[in-house]
């Protein structure tokens, strides 16, 4: 990738710049996320995932995951093989990612996720996990964003800020640069961060649908064209006389089908929640005090549920099904 910088770093890590280096979700899930301010271990630690192939959102959540296992007194140095896993230990963050790649020691554990881990460690480990349907949290706070909050609990693929939206791009000053593109969609007023209002609701239906239609078209996120030079770009590429609604109804398709694909596996409304931990207000910090609502987060998953034509427990309902053109999808 073209937009990768290259670090190279010398003893005692050695970081190979051919790795590129790290990016803001490494940077704060090997670095703040562990309290680890040192750079060159957290250069290591992505090349490391880069060369044996691990996300490095969900392996920094694993590690801090066991700090704080650790700290708390649920993990001892016996579990983790004389590691002293304190949030801020550089060293033992980059060997427990060769622990993990290789499933060795505790790192076999972990390798199976927070979710998985929480169950095996037991002794109130749950309340440390932070993930959705599995998935370990991305570094974006929804405590601030919280319509990316919302965004984690509805997505078929657990937490994921990927086809989500980011409310700061929505408030006042940052809309006025991206109005354009929002107006396209129908939306025309800027919203606060914390709104979860119905209105927020709809602002995410729209950016969600939209985000996954990207996803399909494998185009990059920080290329910041608008949706119609975007449906302009598709007319000339592949010369099908396509509209932004035709776009978009792709990315609904996709969302509805990884739906119902996991109704029927036995995941719904229960599934669809925020870790109890944002529903607790920050201490200090310029977020002192700001958590969500968890009435309020309830009530916007029922908007949601509603807007979008899902059922009560969120399966898609068969008109919804047919009004997309997938209504095979009732039947798997």
Not at 179 to 192: D, N, R, V
Not at 285 to 296: A, M, Q, R, T, Y
Not at 322 to 328: A, D, P, S, Y
């Amino acid at each position: 990738m073209r937009c990768k910088p290259k670090v190279a770093v010398g003893k005692p890590y050695n970081v190979n710049p051919s790795y590129g280096g790290p990016e803001y979700q490494t940077l704060a899930s090997l670095g703040s996320n562990c309290g680890i301010d040192n750079l060159e271990a957290i250069a290591k630690g992505n090349e490391l995932c880069s060369a044996y192939g691990l996300d490095t959102i969900s392996t920094g959540a694993n590690i801090a995951f066991a700090m704080e296992c650790f700290e708390q007194g649920i993990l001892t140095e016996k579990d983790t093989g004389g590691l002293k896993l304190n949030f801020g230990n550089a060293q033992a963050m980059v060997q427990l990612i060769e622990m993990v790649a290789k499933r060795e020691g505790i790192g076999e554990v972990l390798a199976e996720g927070v979710a998985r881990a929480a169950r095996v460690f037991g002794k109130g480990a749950e309340d440390f996990a932070l993930h959705i349907k599995g998935q370990e949290l991305p570094m974006h706070e929804p405590r601030y964003k919280s319509g990316m909050g919302l965004g984690y609990t509805i997505s078929p693929t657990g937490a994921d800020h990927c086809h989500n939206m980011h409310d700061h791009f929505y408030t006042s000053r940052p809309f006025l640069s991206r109005a354009a593109q929002l107006k396209t969609l129908g939306i025309f007023e800027p919203l606060p961060c914390q709104d979860l209002s119905p209105a927020k609701v709809r602002m995410l239906v729209y950016m969600s649908q939209w985000q996954h239609t990207v996803n399909c078209l494998v185009f990059c996120y920080f290329v910041q064209l608008h949706p119609p030079q975007i449906a302009d770009l598709m007319r000339g590429i592949t010369g099908w006389d396509t509209t932004v609604w035709e776009l978009m109804k792709v990315g609904e398709r996709c969302i509805n089908m990884a739906r119902a694909f996991n109704i029927r596996e036995g995941l719904g409304k229960d599934d669809d929640y925020l870790p109890r931990r944002f529903f607790t207000p920050f201490t200090s910090g310029p977020l002192k005090g700001v958590s969500i609502d968890k009435n309020e987060l309830d009530q916007a998953i029922d908007t949601y549920y509603a807007m979008v034509g899902w059922d009560k427990n969120g399966a898609p309902t068969l008109a919804k099904l047919q009004e997309l053109g997938i209504e095979w999808v009732a039947g798997v």
